[in-house]
């Protein structure tokens, strides 16, 4: 049986090194990122805890308006500048 030019050997080992590049570069990746998969739950209940502190301020914001509003005496309404 002969044997395949070097041009043709290289031309089939080429799909399997553009392949297992990226694979053994995203397993590095994981590898590298240690535990990261188990911050997610901490860092979910850290973003439940500013969006609440948000949602709070508010609703104090809005609780203020009618403070407001009272204590202004309606002045814009009357146009007395």
Known sequence: MPRPAAHAVRFV??????????????????LLSGG??????????????KCSDVRKQYQRRADLIPNLVENSGGGGASGSW
């Open 36 to 49: 990261g998969i188990n911050n997610i739950p901490s860092c979910e209940e850290q973003a439940k805890a």
């Open 13 to 30: 080992h080429l799909p399997v090194r553009g392949v297992v590049l990226p694979a053994q570069l995203m397993w590095l990746a994981l």
